[in-house]
């Protein structure tokens, strides 16, 4: 039987054992998306997980997206996080950021000032809503197309936010590629009707995702940069489409060629969106050849049983880590 509570090698890094604290977001830091010190206790109580992997963190100012979600962009946010990875290493623990820009799923109440909501294609999630504190609920706007200066600029903002949570004490970062944001945003053709270089076939809707996390490797080394999918999801108005298994296990491919410590793969079925099918994971398990993490509503039984059948290394756990610090 497979075994939760053994040690496990994570890159340079030993885990006490192969559960992992899921990202979740919060909205705990402040109004100008600095973390406050309620956060490090939270952290700190579960650190008992092999690896706690944050709430996603925006790189910049136009990654922020939702209303008092942590940043990591400037130097204000990097001491206030000092305190957190502080509490978690003192309890023994290991703590990944999960760096979340938002790209279309934005409001500009939720922005600071000067910020813009972008997207690969002028094209607003359908159907979603998103809350400010000055007007509620809020319909998402169109955003803006970006031009070439702006991917590159957005590349640059995720090489600048890993460094910036290494200066923070994070033993690495997790790039949030799912649940609809925006790299997912350039991955899905839904999202990305794109004519040049970013847009089109498999490999162009994949370039985003691999210029991020090749210029965050170089920026801070392989083992300390991880990557979460969720393929065929269905949040935020991003879709399961013709063609994913060839997209997802192409960038699997490259991904291994840069030595990323693993690969996070997130099923949402537990919450209702359609179940990704096991061939799917499996194939990107297959790609990757490196450390996969599974999440999605799972509890031990299920865990030792994924385990044991070779489809993932850890699992992740969310909302039994916010009843059970301790879990």
């Known amino acids: 039987m497979a075994n939760l509570f053994e040690s496990f090698q994570f890159g340079s890094t030993t885990l006490s054992n192969k559960t992992v604290m899921a990202p979740m977001t919060r909205s705990r830091a402040d109004q100008d998306h600095v973390p406050t010190s309620i956060m490090a206790d939270y952290y700190a109580q579960r650190a008992s997980a092999g690896l706690i992997i944050t709430e996603g963190t925006a790189p910049s100012p136009n990654g922020v997206g939702y209303t008092r979600i942590p940043g990591i962009y400037n130097q204000a946010q990097v001491e206030a996080w000092k305190p957190v990875t502080e509490a978690v290493h003192k309890e023994g623990g290991k703590i990944f950021i999960q760096i979340m820009h938002t790209g279309r799923v934005s409001h500009p109440l939720n922005l600071p000032e000067g910020a813009e909501v972008l997207a690969p294609s002028a094209i607003p999630p359908a159907n979603t809503e998103m809350y400010t504190d000055q007007e509620g609920n809020q319909p998402l706007p169109t955003p803006k197309e970006m031009t070439t200066a702006d991917i590159e600029h957005a590349i640059g ?11 923070a004490g994070f033993d690495g970062v997790e790039l949030h590629g799912a649940n609809g944001y925006l790299i997912e945003q350039f991955i899905n053709p839904g999202s990305n009707k794109r004519s040049d270089e970013y847009g089109g076939s498999v490999e162009g809707r994949s370039k985003f995702v691999l210029e991020v996390a090749k210029r965050t490797v170089e920026a801070i080394g392989a083992d300390k940069v991880g990557i ?16 994913q298994e060839e997209t997802f296990f192409y960038i699997a491919e490259q991904l291994k060629a840069l030595n990323l410590v693993y690969i996070h793969l997130v099923d949402h079925s537990s919450m209702g969106t359609p179940e990704v099918p096991v061939s799917l994971k499996e194939g990107i398990r297959d790609a990757f050849g490196g450390t996969i993490i599974l999440s999605g509503g799972y509890d031990k039984a299920k865990a030792e049983a994924d385990l044991k059948a070779g489809l993932g290394h850890l699992v992740a756990f969310g909302r039994p880590f916010l009843a059970n610090p301790d879990l």
Not at 157 to 167: D, F, G, M, P, S
Request: net charge negative; hydrophobic share 35%.
């Open 157 to 167: 903002e995720y090489v600048t936010a890993a460094k910036n949570a290494i200066e």
């Open 228 to 243: 979460r999918f969720s393929p065929g999801g269905a949040f935020n108005d991003v879709n399961p489409f013709e063609g």
